[in-house]
């Protein structure tokens, strides 16, 4: 049975920085996707960022237009992920989930929608604000 597990959500004031971390076991993700989504309070939940594999022990990464500059996302081992979020706006506040995909694509918009991911976390709440 897979299962995703997210930490490092919070309370974090305008401007300030949070690092997400995922970890999702019960079978390897080495040679696909995983990612991270919001969703904020009456909004539908949204890409975020996602690193995929391409090769070898190389991944790629893709990030939304939204928080391209802000935020980056590391593969830090074959099953676990981490968003790194600077710069944080009351607007980036939202319930972010971490999903992975047992897929590959070497495309470079594999993996930036939510029907191409197969398993998912139970969210971990970000707040921006004063």
């Known amino acids: 049975q897979v299962q995703m597990v997210e930490s490092g959500g919070g309370l974090v004031q305008p401007g300030g920085s949070l690092r997400l971390s995922c970890a999702a076991s019960?079978?390897?993700?080495?040679?696909?996707?995983m990612g991270w989504f919001r969703q904020a309070p009456g909004k539908e939940r949204e890409f975020v960022a996602r690193?995929?594999?391409?090769?070898?022990?190389?991944?790629?990464t893709y990030c939304a237009d939204s928080v391209k500059g802000r935020f980056s996302i590391f593969r830090d081992a074959q099953n676990t992920v981490s968003l790194r979020m600077n710069s944080l706006k009351p607007e980036d506040t939202a319930v972010y989930y971490c999903?992975?995909?047992?897929?590959?694509?070497?495309?470079?918009?594999?993996?930036?929608?939510?029907?191409?991911?197969?398993?998912w976390g139970q969210g971990t709440q970000v707040t921006v604000s004063s």
């Open positions: 690193t995929n594999w391409i090769g070898g022990l190389t991944y790629d």
């Open positions: 019960g079978r390897s993700f080495s040679r696909s996707a």
């Open positions: 999903a992975a995909t047992t897929a590959s694509s070497y495309s470079a918009t594999f993996a930036t929608r939510e029907y191409e991911y197969d398993y």
